[in-house]
T-cell receptor
Framework: AQSVTQLDSQVPVFEEAPVELRCNYS??????LFWYVQYPNQGLQLLLK??????LVKGINGFEAEFNKSQTSFHLRKPSVHISDTAEYFC?????????FGAGTTVTVRA | GAVVSQHPSWVICKSGTSVKIECRSL??????MFWYRQFPKQSLMLMAT?????????EQGVEKDKFLINHASLTLSTLTVTSAHPEDSSFYIC???????????FGPGTRLTVT
């Protein structure tokens, strides 16, 4: 079964600084990867997804991720964060049509 | 487009009672709906998958008699927590998909507190 590992449980960052959230997946023939954001007491919002094609994926709110097959990674990046980016971020992989989520990374943006 | 709603957003019930949570796809027909449970500061755990008109498929360790799922139409799935206990207190999130392998659209979640 495919799975993902989020390498950082908490990432504190200052406003306007860049941020990278790391995600590694277990190797497989075909991989569909997602990054979701969850604000407190809310559901999940899709940031971006990789299904095929270009390995650099651009999403909403200025986020992007790069699919790296050789390193089995799908790290999420944003060049300049805002206070409003404070949230929980989940990496996920499709596993037999079901989504398997990583443990999540808490991003806290400070002024 | 692709909006999923949940009702209620927040519910408190007494131990031993049952609670029903609704999940609706507002602007599309969802042949497949998923129910997740999330404990504080933890990730989402898939409880079950339901397809319209058929019985739900439960994940290992999830009690099907305790968490009753009904997917009666292409826009509505319900989760009923029967004989609720304090340990059932959690955040329940549903998602909907146009087909079995398609992208999932998530609802805003329901906070259940059992006293």
């Amino acid at each position: 079964a495919q799975s993902v590992t989020q390498l950082d449980s908490q990432v504190p960052v200052f406003e306007e600084a860049p941020v990278e959230l790391r995600c590694n997946y277990s190797s497989s023939v075909s991989v569909y990867l997602f990054w979701y954001v969850q604000y407190p007491n809310q559901g999940l919002q899709l940031l971006l997804k990789y299904l095929s094609g270009s390995t650099l994926v651009k999403g909403i709110n200025g986020f992007e991720a790069e699919f790296n097959k050789s390193q089995t990674s799908f790290h999420l990046r944003k060049p300049s964060v805002h206070i409003s980016d404070t949230a929980e971020y989940f990496c996920a992989v499709v596993n037999d049509y079901k989504l398997s989520f990583g443990a999540g990374t808490t991003v806290t943006v400070r002024a | 487009g692709a909006v999923v709603s949940q009702h209620p957003s927040w519910v408190i019930c007494k131990s031993g009672t049952s609670v029903k949570i609704e999940c609706r796809s507002l602007d599309f027909q969802a042949t497949t709906m998923f129910w997740y449970r999330q404990f504080p500061k933890q990730s989402l755990m898939l409880m079950a998958t339901s397809n319209e008109g058929s019985k739900a498929t439960y994940e290992q360790g999830v009690e099907k008699d305790k968490f009753l799922i009904n997917h009666a139409s292409l826009t509505l799935s319900t989760l009923t927590v029967t004989s609720a206990h304090p340990e059932d207190s959690s955040f329940y999130i549903c998602s909907a998909s146009v087909d079995r392998v398609g992208e999932q659209y998530f609802g805003p979640g329901t906070r259940l507190t059992v006293t």
